[in-house]
């Protein structure tokens, strides 16, 4: 199980915490949706392929794809995410909710919830043979979808630390 925390009140960057142990470090960019990632100490990137469009990308140091993830559906939240050979759908669980389910077909093999309705402190349950990299970036996809949605409610519910 993952653990979630952002660095402070107002920010949408995070520390990833297995345990009591750090880690993942997550720093989003502030006008585009792509990251920083650092995962054990390694680094990764994630960013678009287009400006706008696009799949996401989760490259390592070296630049090589390590996942991608297409939205199927510019008006659902929802992605299918491909990682060595294996496709998964990553939706959130009800249309209105902020929980996301990870499915494998259609069995749910993973789940990612806030700790509760207004912070964006979150617990992940993510398949344990998915890299840890790759459950990061599974975690970042919901943070983007979050972070839309704040940007558009304007009380803000989605975010509170």
Do not use: Q
């Amino acid at each position: 199980m993952l653990k979630a925390v952002p660095v402070s009140f107002f920010s949408w960057d995070f520390r990833v915490f297995e345990g009591d142990r750090e880690v993942a470090a997550m720093d989003l960019a502030l006008w585009r949706e792509k990251a920083a990632l650092t995962v054990e100490g390694l680094p990764y990137r994630v960013s678009r392929e287009g400006l706008a469009h696009g799949a996401f990308l989760l490259e390592d140091g070296a630049g090589r794809v390590v996942a991608r993830a297409e939205k199927p559906n510019a008006l659902r939240r929802s992605f299918v995410v491909e990682h060595g050979g294996r496709r998964f759908r990553l939706e959130a669980w009800t249309p209105f909710g902020r929980a996301f389910v990870l499915r494998d077909d259609r069995n749910v093999v993973g789940t990612v919830k806030p700790d509760n309705f207004i912070t964006r402190r979150s617990t992940a349950e993510l398949p344990e043979d998915l890299p840890l990299a790759v459950r990061a970036f599974l975690l970042w996809l919901v943070f983007i979808l979050w972070r839309r949605d704040a940007a558009t409610d304007a009380g803000g519910g989605a975010s509170a630390a």
